[in-house]
């Protein structure tokens, strides 16, 4: 999987969950049909939305984009849809292209987060494995925490 195919998944994900937590607050709020698509919407989207968050830190530092750059990727995931368009932008400048910079054969890795990204690349499987629990863990944690509205009383 190249940084492109990476991006580009993550980013449609992310705003196809936006599409379905939408409908379900509309279900919910404008038809008052029902109530039983947001929780899982919500869900599924703020699951997606960690997934776009780490897949945007990845390729960011597989870039070398700057930090602006990069806060602008992570800032796309907040107004719904907004990833689609920077990706198309970032594809159109040319700032997905090519391969793994830090892939086996590639580049040296310089400082620790760069060697973090060389392990991530040179052990797929296990990185799979890991980035799945961590994203699990922070996802159950910010479950736990609730909404960030307290539910009416």
Request: proline fraction near 7%; charge should be positive; charged fraction near 15%.
């Amino acid at each position: 999987m190249t940084p492109r195919l990476l991006f580009r998944v993550a980013a449609i994900a992310e705003a196809i969950t936006w599409a379905f937590l939408l409908t379900a607050m509309f279900l919910k709020y404008v038809a008052r049909t029902t109530d039983a698509l947001v929780s899982p919407a919500g869900g599924i989207h703020g699951f997606v939305f960690l997934c776009y968050v780490a897949a945007t830190v990845f390729v960011w530092i597989d870039r070398r984009w700057s930090v602006g750059t990069g806060l602008v990727g992570l800032a796309s995931a907040i107004v719904p849809f907004a990833t689609i368009p920077f990706d198309v932008v970032m594809d159109r400048r040319g700032r997905l292209d090519g391969g793994w910079r830090l892939a086996p054969g590639g580049a040296a890795p310089r400082g620790i987060i760069e060697h973090a990204q060389a392990w991530v690349l040179r052990r797929p499987v296990m990185a799979a494995l890991t980035a799945v629990v961590l994203v699990s863990l922070v996802f159950t944690a910010l479950l736990i925490a609730g909404p960030p509205v307290p539910k009416p009383s």
